[in-house]
Structure formats: structure tokens, C-alpha cells
């Protein structure tokens, strides 16, 4: 026992008896070594990041390495991510360059804040793609997934003004940025239990996210997902297509287009195509009739924004992982599809020799 | 509001820092007083007028008891207390409505939530009976006073005691007990061909009530004995009743324990703090490491409608036993941690009672606090162990069968209240040949006494077996499968080693315990020990914990 300790009990139970300790050195030293496996941690993320949050970690990185600078750039969610490689665009558009910011889970609210970002950092793009498949925004998407856990800065997720209908998300949030043993935890489980049955540090997540990095840097930010989907006759329900849209979504379309037309940037609105099992009802109530409407009603808030609307189509099956994700030759088709889209649409617009569009002015 | 949540930390860190600012020892109560009554309201705040309703009567009991009436000012402060509260608490007030009209519009502008349109202070067709039930039962309670004091010296303390009792039972058992003697009434009658259908109330039970309840009971019968003087200041009683460590779930604090402390100046103790953040530490580390993931597990082969074979019965019931000791402890170790922050001591409600070799040890050892009630209310009230063997044996019967009760409506806890009774009969039965065999100051052999153990600690399982079963039916085929599927026990080998991973730290830590007979053993080790220690809980909570805030069992009672 140290000199300076004694045992005591008078302030206790009698079921309880203590050291005491002038400084608490247990809790010094625990605090130490806990900064000392977080940094560690930090360091060797790599090793156990799971595939979600790895992805949205090397997107930033590369963003901020100016790897993934483009005049052209890509809003989305994991259908774009996945589904769009800029590859074929860039080999037919030798002035500038096109590249793929989306990213899984990533909706409106987080494409407006990286928009935003992009522009801060002086790196804003001429043109927008933006994903067209609905305005939605989920209350939920501010709490979820690689945004909450690491991506959002304070500001970007005050702005979901959580603090004044639960305070203590604010904890997580904390939580996830100070302690990357808590950001990773399942990972780090499950990393944990593969060394375990390997007896020796499992690499097999390492080498993925290797690969996942060669692949977005090569692939000007995308990287692939899905397999092709069985050829055989589909005999599932059919459903029909539906538009949906929603207040918060309507919100953050209106920012991410009030921030593009404040900086002079053109947007272009991709409409991703779907399955042939969702049928697209015809009639003003229909999906494809009420996407249209929608972009009309865009353009009309503002006239001097010269929108465009891109569908790309003729997609089967074969093309689709599932109802919203492509598949392989579903990538390659859109990918192709884009290109030659993006040819005509660069040509129309100039683009890489006087890029900018008309004065625009913000949204009501 | 979760201990083992954000809003939680929140909370506690706001208490302590205007808790230290305050420094003067009212200002501290009311302080707490208001946090306690926030931890409260935010389960549901028309729960709070229930109690402020019930501590107002044993309030007024208590100082009637003793033949005395509130001082002119805090009888104001009481008088204006109950009708603001009852008002804000039971009339039909739109607080999101009014919550929303005071927020900026900025509140809104990440767009997910549209504002509530302000449709006037109260809800358009809310329901004022509440509000007029209220305040009948305020005008009840002043009617009672009145008579009481009417009444001859000699005769109010009785009268003052019995209308405490009454109103507490009546509380207890309108919201916690109605529904079910109703429906067990109904079936009854069914059985003797008499169909009836039962008058249900289904109002949700009010969290902590059977806590709170008890505590409060505490008082009026230790003013009546005359162990305790009453207070006179009402937010002192009130807190007293809603100090939020314990509010919800215990520990039961009896008032010649507890409001003393509150009555007094509280200074800031080294001591006491260093080992109230590693009560909270460690409960929060039983909570979500232990308890929370061995939930998952128990819930799998409870579920309505599983047919699990006897290891997996005896293996969930093992794990169901560690989780419900992780899980109450675990509240109690966060409740004395957070109370001793505050320079408050709550008594200890867990003595390690899974090492209990017999009934009565294990009572001594587990849910202290209750079973300290039962005793000295209850047990020895009725007699205790005088009198005639019949005469213990009933005495521990009701006992244990209110203490099974106390736990809910529910035909297994009434079960398990039998069941622990007959335990503790069974083993006064046996003792005389127990201790021809063992006399005192003789020691067991070791492999005698780890049969006895075992065999008690299975004895305990089968116990939780009761508890924790969704019917009578689940029961007895739970019971029958345990002589089922032993040939294939090795395939259920996984269960037991999720059991085994996820308790090894608690048997570990109550191994010391044992050895040392010091509950803060860890708090004795050397400090690279301990940080080592505290290291390696902290990383097994963060990466395998069960972060998702699971609900504590006992918030249920």
C-alpha cells in the first residue's frame, strides 16, 4: 500500500471499504491509456472499418486530397454511388473532368452540407448532377449511419435542430467523434472475433478496404456493389412506382438549389430508372407524369436556371440488383448512357470553356 | 429517462453542477426536489400529481399523528403546491402545443416536423373529468384532515395512520392490482359457469409506484411508532419520496434513513465521491455489458410459443438469473453511485446473494431494501418468528406472497411469492436436523458446502424459472422440457458460452467480493490494477455492450 493511502470506512457501508488515495492515479493512468488505444484505434482504422463507414471516410479523404475535384459532380444516394461510373463521361470529355460524389445513405440535407463544403473549400463544381427518384428526407437520416457517426460537423448536424426535441442525440454524437472504439464498436467485434478463429489479426477487412479505396480513386469516386441479377423470368408481385416527397425533403431540394444557383452552378436532375416489376401507372397521377411535374415546378420557381431532366432508359431485369440498385451491366448501360448524355449536354452548354449559366437568383 | 441514457447523463451533470453552486442546504433540496420531479414527469407528468397526491397524505398523516398542524407559511407552500400542481398536472393543458408555440421557427427549419397549430392553452376536447377527479380527491383529503383533528388526542394518531394506509393501498392497488383480481374474478366465475366479462381498467401502471408507495408507508408507521419526529415542510417530505436516484426503482429507503440526510447540511466527501463514480461505472458496465446482452438470449427462449428442450431451459434460466441480478443491481449501484455525488447515502440493496447456501441467507443478501420492509412492516408486525410453528410458517407464507405481489398483477409473481415462502418453510423445517448434523461453530466441509450451494443456487433458478414465464402454461412446459434434450446437450454448448463470456467479469469481481467480504473490493486494489481493470471494463461495454438503452426490469414495479 502507498504511503499516502489508508483504508476507510467511515463514510460507507459496512458492507464497503476503500483506499484512499489523495490523486487519483487509477483513473489518471485509465484515462491515459484509454487516449492511448483510441489513437491507436484512429490510426489503424483501417483493419476493421466496416465497408459503410470506410466508404464515406475515404470519399472524404479523397476529397480532401483534391482527388476527387471535378467540374462536374455527382449528388446521390447508393444508387448513383453504385450505379454511375464517370469513367465513360471522362474519356469523352477532355476539358474537365466528371466525378462521383454520392454516397450510401446520403440524402438531401447531406448533399446540400457537402455541396456547401465543396463550395467553402473553393472547389465548387460548374454543373450538379443531382439524383431524381424522389424528395424525401427522413427524420431518422440525421441520426443514422456514417453522417452521425463521423461525417457531420456540429454545424451541419445543428442544423437538423435536434437540441430542441432531444438533447441527448447530442451524446452520441460526441460519443462517435471523441471515442473510435465507440464509431466502430460492431467492427471492432466483429474484427475481434475473426482474429480469434484465425488465430492471428484478421486481414481479409484491411485488404477490402484497400481495395475499395484503388477502386473510388480509379473510378473518379465510384465503386461497385452489385452482382447481376439472375437472368430467369421474374414471378414476383408487381407494384406500382411510387413518387413520394415530403416537407423536409422539399426543404433541403430547395437549399441544395439555392446554394447551386447562389454559386452559378448548373444543376441536371437524374431520374435513376427502376425495375420492370415497378410499373410506372400512366396518368397525371402517375410516377413518371407527377417526376415531371415536379422538375417543371423547379423550373418554374426559378426560370432563369437553366435544369435539365436526364431518364435514362431501355433497362431490363437483368439490369437491377433490386428495386432501386443496378446491377453490373446495369452500371455499365448508365454509365454509358451518361456519357453519351453528358457529350451532348457539355457540347449544349460549353462546359470547360465558358462554364458558367446565366445569372440565377435563389429560390423562394 | 433511462439511467443507462444521454438525457440521464444530462441530467445528472446539470444536478451536480447547481448542486455544488448552491451550496445551501434548502436550496440543494429544492433543486433536487425539481429534478426529481422532472426524472419523473418524463415518463408520463400526469403520473406526478399520483405522486404528489399520495406524499401529501402521509404528509399530513404524519404530523397529524403526532397531533400537529403545518406552520402558517408551510402550510401556505403545501396548500398552494397541491392546487397548482393538481391543476397543471390533470387538466387538459396542450403542452405541445404550447411547447411548440414558444419554440423559434427556426425549431423547425431542418424540415422534419411541421409545428403543432396553437389551438388554445387547453386540448380542443380534452377530457376535464380527470381534472375534476383531482381535485375531489384533493377535497377528500382535506375533509379527512378535518375530522381528524376533530377527533379526540388520543384517537388521531390511529385515525391518521389507517387513513395513510388506506389511500397508499388504495393508490397501489386501483392502478397496479384492478385489472387483474377483476380478471382473475371473471375467470373464476367462469369456471363455475358464471360468465361475466371482466370491468378492465387497462390504465398503464405508473413507473416506480410499488417504490414509492412503500416508502411513503414507511414514514406514517415510524412517525406512528414513534421512531421518527415528522417533518413540518412539505418540498422537504417531497423530496424525501421523489429523491430521483431511487425514485423509480429503489433501493426502498425506509424515512428514519433517508430524511435525516436530507434535513441536514451535506458536505462534499472524497471518499464518497471517488466510490459513487465507480458504483455508477460498474452499474452502468452490469447494465450494458451483462445484463443487457444476456437479455437477448433469455428473450429467445422465453418467447410465447418457443419449445426449447432442457439445457436450453436451464441455460436461459442461468442467464436469466444473471441478468436480473446485473439488471437490479445494476440499477441500485447507479442510484447509491449518484446519490453519493450528491453526499447522500443509500443503503445497499445487493450483498452478493447468489453465494446465499439458504432462504434465508439469500433474503438477507438479495433486494435488501424490500425485504427489510417486509420484515420489519410486515413480518414481525404479524408476529415474526413467536409464537407456534404454524404461526411462522403462515407469517413467512404472507410475507413472501406480498413480496411476490408487490412485484405486479401477475399470476407467476404470485407464484414466486409461494414458492420463496415455501422455500423459507421448507428450510425452518429442516433446520433442526440441519444443525444436528452441523452444529454451530462447526464448519462445512468444502464439497458439503458447494452441494449445498448448488443445490440452493438451482433451487433459486427455478425460482427466476417462475418469474420470468409469460403463463402457467409456459411454466409447466417449461418445466416438464427440463428432463427433456439432455443427449444433445452438446449442441447447446454456444448458449452456455455466451452465458459464461458475458458473466465472467461479475462472477470474477464477486469471487473478490466473497474472499475480501468488501462489496468495493476494486477500490482497495493497487492503481495500475485498477486502471488495468477499469480499461478493460470500458472497452468490453463500449465494443460489446448493448448501447440501445434497454429498459430496466424492476422500472415495471
Not at chain 1, 306 to 319: H, V
Request: a positive charge; aromatic letters at 16%; proline letters at 5%.
Amino acid at each position: 500500500m502507498a504511503s499516502s493511502s489508508s483504508t476507510s470506512s467511515s463514510e460507507l457501508s459496512r458492507y464497503e471499504r476503500v483506499r484512499v488515495e489523495r490523486t487519483p492515479k487509477a483513473a489518471i493512468a485509465f484515462l491515459v491509456l484509454v487516449m492511448l488505444v483510441e489513437l491507436t484505434l484512429g490510426a489503424n482504422r483501417q483493419w476493421f472499418a466496416d465497408h459503410a463507414a470506410w466508404q464515406w471516410e475515404t470519399k472524404r479523404a479523397l476529397l480532401a486530397q483534391g482527388a476527387l475535384d471535378g467540374d462536374v459532380a455527382i449528388f446521390g444516394t447508393s444508387v448513383l454511388y453504385h450505379g454511375l461510373d464517370p469513367t465513360p463521361a471522362n474519356r469523352g470529355f477532355s476539358r474537365g473532368r466528371v466525378v462521383n460524389l454520392a454516397l450510401n445513405g446520403m440524402m438531401l440535407q447531406h448533399q446540400a452540407q457537402l455541396l456547401r463544403d465543396r463550395i467553402a473549400a473553393g472547389r465548387a463544381p460548374a454543373v450538379a448532377v443531382l439524383e431524381f427518384r424522389q424528395v424525401l428526407v427522413e427524420h431518422e437520416s440525421w441520426f443514422r449511419g456514417p453522417y452521425y457517426r463521423f461525417w457531420a460537423s456540429w454545424p451541419d448536424f445543428l442544423e437538423s435542430r435536434f437540441y430542441y426535441w432531444n438533447l441527448p442525440l447530442a451524446f452520441g454524437f460526441a460519443e462517435n467523434r471523441v471515442l473510435p472504439s465507440f464509431r466502430y464498436r460492431e467492427a471492432i467485434d466483429n474484427w475481434i472475433f475473426d482474429s480469434a478463429r484465425t488465430f492471428g489479426p484478421a486481414g481479409h477487412t484491411r485488404a477490402r478496404n484497400r481495395a475499395t479505396e484503388v477502386e473510388m480513386r480509379e473510378h473518379a469516386g465510384m465503386v461497385s456493389a452489385f452482382e447481376n441479377r439472375s437472368q430467369a423470368a421474374y414471378d414476383g408481385p408487381q407494384s406500382p412506382r411510387v413518387w413520394a416527397v415530403n416537407p423536409a425533403g422539399e426543404r433541403w431540394l430547395r437549399e441544395f438549389l439555392n446554394v447551386a444557383a447562389a454559386h452559378r452552378i448548373q444543376i441536371a436532375l437524374l431520374a435513376t430508372p427502376a425495375p420492370p416489376y415497378l410499373v410506372e401507372t400512366p396518368g397525371p397521377d402517375g410516377f413518371r407524369a407527377q417526376l415531371t411535374a415536379y422538375a417543371a415546378k423547379i423550373r418554374r420557381e426559378d426560370p432563369t436556371a437553366a435544369i435539365e431532366l436526364f431518364g435514362p432508359k431501355g433497362y431490363g431485369l437483368a439490369d437491377f440488383a433490386d428495386d432501386v440498385h443496378l446491377s453490373v451491366s446495369g452500371r455499365e448501360k448508365m454509365s454509358a448512357q451518361f456519357a453519351d448524355w453528358f457529350r451532348d449536354y457539355s457540347a449544349r452548354h460549353a462546359l470547360g470553356r465558358a462554364i458558367a449559366p446565366a445569372t440565377t437568383t435563389p429560390m423562394k | 429517462m433511462n439511467f443507462n441514457s444521454g438525457a440521464y447523463a444530462v441530467l445528472l451533470a446539470t444536478v451536480l453542477v447547481l448542486y455544488y453552486g448552491l451550496r445551501e442546504k434548502r436550496r440543494q433540496n429544492l433543486m433536487m426536489l425539481a429534478a426529481g420531479l422532472f426524472f419523473y414527469g418524463s415518463w408520463d407528468h400526469r403520473f406526478l400529481f399520483l405522486l404528489m397526491y399520495s406524499s401529501s397524505v402521509d404528509y399530513i398523516g404524519g404530523l397529524g399523528i403526532v397531533h400537529r398542524r403545518p406552520s402558517r407559511y408551510n402550510g401556505v407552500i403545501f396548500v398552494a403546491g397541491m392546487l397548482a400542481g393538481t391543476f397543471l398536472l390533470c387538466a387538459p393543458i396542450d403542452w405541445s402545443a404550447a411547447w411548440t408555440a414558444l419554440l423559434p421557427a427556426r425549431a423547425f427549419a431542418g424540415g422534419w416536423t411541421e409545428p403543432v397549430p396553437w389551438r388554445g392553452f387547453f386540448e380542443p376536447a380534452g377530457a376535464w373529468r380527470i381534472c375534476g377527479a383531482a381535485f375531489a380527491a384533493l377535497g377528500v383529503l382535506s375533509l379527512t384532515t378535518v375530522i381528524g383533528y376533530q377527533l379526540p388526542d388520543d384517537k388521531q394518531p390511529k385515525y391518521f395512520l389507517c387513513v395513510s394506509m388506506v389511500v397508499n393501498m388504495i393508490l397501489l392497488g386501483f392502478f397496479k392490482y384492478f385489472d387483474f383480481f377483476t380478471a382473475s374474478a371473471a375467470s373464476g366465475l367462469a369456471a363455475l359457469g358464471i360468465h361475466v366479462q371482466p370491468w378492465l381498467l387497462g390504465v398503464a401502471v405508473p413507473a416506480g409506484i410499488s417504490f414509492y408507495t412503500f416508502q411513503a408507508m414507511s414514514y406514517t408507521i415510524d412517525v406512528y411508532r414513534g421512531q421518527l419526529e415528522p417533518t413540518d415542510y412539505y418540498p422537504d417530505y417531497l423530496l424525501f419520496v421523489s429523491f430521483f436516484p431511487h425514485l423509480v426503482a429503489g433501493p426502498i429507503q425506509q424515512a428514519t434513513w433517508l430524511l435525516p440526510q436530507l434535513q441536514r447540511a451535506r458536505t462534499f466527501d472524497w471518499i464518497r465521491f471517488q466510490s459513487g463514480v465507480f458504483l455508477i461505472g460498474w452499474g452502468l458496465f452490469k447494465k450494458i455489458f451483462i445484463a443487457d446482452n444476456l437479455e437477448r438470449f433469455v428473450k429467445t427462449t422465453y418467447a410465447v410459443g418457443a419449445h426449447p428442450t432442457g439445457p436450453e431451459v436451464l441455460f436461459a434460466t442461468y442467464a436469466f438469473a444473471l441478468q436480473i441480478y446485473s439488471d437490479f443491481s445494476a440499477y441500485s449501484d447507479i442510484a447509491r453511485g449518484t446519490s453519493r455525488l450528491l453526499g447522500i447515502e443509500i443503503t445497499v440493496n445487493f450483498n452478493i446473494p447468489y453465494v446465499a447456501t439458504n432462504p434465508g441467507e439469500f433474503w438477507r443478501r438479495w433486494h435488501i431494501s424490500l425485504s427489510s420492509w417486509l420484515r420489519d412492516y410486515l413480518y414481525i408486525p404479524l408476529g415474526g418468528n413467536r409464537g407456534t410453528r404454524g404461526l411462522l410458517y403462515r407469517n413467512l407464507l404472507l410475507t413472501m406472497i406480498l413480496g411476490g405481489m408487490w412485484h405486479g398483477a401477475r399470476m407467476n409473481f404470485l407464484l414466486w411469492g409461494c414458492y420463496q415462502g415455501a422455500l423459507l418453510c421448507g428450510y425452518q423445517l429442516l433446520q433442526p436436523y440441519i444443525d444436528r448434523v452441523t452444529p454451530k461453530g462447526v464448519t462445512l466441509p468444502r464439497v458439503a458446502h458447494f452441494a449445498s450451494w448448488a443445490l440452493f443456487f438451482h433451487l433459486v433458478c427455478y425460482g427466476w424459472l417462475l418469474f420470468r414465464a409469460e403463463s402457467g402454461v409456459q411454466i409447466a412446459g417449461m418445466t416438464a422440457a427440463l428432463f427433456t434434450g439432455w443427449r444433445h446437450v452438446a449442441d447447446h454448448a454456444g448458449l452456455l458460452a455466451h452465458v459464461a463470456w458475458f458473466g465472467w467479469p461479475l462472477i470474477l469481481m464477486q469471487y473478490f467480493q466473497v474472499k475480501t467480504k468488501n462489496l468495493l473490493v476494486a477500490l482497495t486494489w493497487s492503481w495500475p490494477v485498477r486502471a488495468a481493470v477499469y480499461v478493460t471494463l470500458f472497452y468490453l461495454m463500449v465494443v460489446f455492450g448493448a448501447v440501445d438503452g434497454v429498459q430496466f426490469i424492476y422500472f415495471q414495479f
